[in-house]
């Protein structure tokens, strides 16, 4: 099944409508972080202003653009927004860009748009909260086996799909993987994480799952040190790894395929 190497569309409008779709989408991505916690439905009541609960009008409520001609003020009351918001808003607009230049327009490429909000999603509930919401993962585990059944390309051989079985491989990986992890280290790493790394490992395969569980780690050790060094923080300091997981799968998807023949071809001599 080549579903997935049929662009749909393609070119500049492509590249564009991918931009703004991620704006739209990361505004999205925003009321799940702040609503998805409190159980707290994401589709109504329309966004409030947080302090003064006015409710924000269409036109101020563009993404990244309304926050700028507002000057991060809410209308009403004039409290400052935070910056996050057209922060996230833009990431997940970079990202989805990115992807479109990478992967063109597949069918392909809009199940990643939505494994990109996921992890972004997950990014900012588990910094916030130490989290990793249910709602994303359990959800996102039969979403990614099928995706990987049906359109997803193999990250690292990009002309073969991936597959039924190596789409349960990966979730499989991943989920045996981080359960022993969470075993041997008694409580170091939970049960978000298990069923994230699940869900990260049908939509990467089994070597998406090592990939990005060998590059988090590094950049967990780069920020754990950080903040040992520089902020003062003790070696048991509790440092969420879902930010650090999502990163990891986010580098998998679009430099796995080189990370793995750089190493293979150095590997070799
Ligand atoms: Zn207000």
């Known amino acids: 099944m080549f579903l997935s190497l049929r662009p749909l569309l393609e070119g500049t409008t492509f590249y564009v409508v991918s931009a703004i779709l991620g704006l739209i ?25 947080p302090k003064c609960l006015t409710p924000i009008r269409m036109w101020d409520n563009i993404p990244v653009i309304s926050y700028l001609l507002l000057r991060g ?24 860009l990115l992807a479109a230049l990478r992967f063109g327009g597949s069918t392909a490429t809009f199940f990643y748009f939505l494994f990109i909000t996921a992890l972004i999603v997950i990014t900012f509930i588990d910094y916030d909260l130490q989290i990793i919401p249910d709602e994303i993962t359990l959800p996102g585990i039969p979403i990614g086996l099928l995706a990987g059944w049906l359109i997803l390309p193999d990250p690292f051989y ?33 049960g978000g994480d298990i069923k994230m790394m699940a869900m990260i490992g049908a939509v990467l395969g089994w070597k998406g799952v090592i990939l990005t569980t060998f590059l988090a780690s590094c950049a967990g050790s780069i ?8 902020k003062g923080k003790g070696r048991k300091a509790k440092v969420p790894f879902g930010p650090f997981l999502a990163a990891g799968a986010l580098m998998s998807l679009f430099l796995g395929q080189e990370i793995v023949s750089w190493y293979i071809w150095h590997g070799q001599r």
């Open 158 to 190: 990009r002309a073969v799909n991936m597959g039924i079985t190596a789409s349960l491989i990966g979730a499989a990986t991943g989920f045996l993987l981080y359960y022993s992890i969470a075993f041997i280290s008694r409580g170091g790493m939970g």
């Open 73 to 96: 003020r809410c209308r009403a009351c004039g409290v400052s927004i935070s910056a996050r918001y057209p922060a996230v808003e833009a990431l997940n607009a970079i990202l989805y």
């Open 223 to 230: 920020a754990g040190l950080y903040l040992m060094v520089f």
């Open 25 to 49: 989408v990361g505004s999205f991505a925003n009321v799940c972080i702040h609503r998805l916690p409190k159980n707290e439905s994401v589709v109504k009541p329309a966004s409030r202003c």
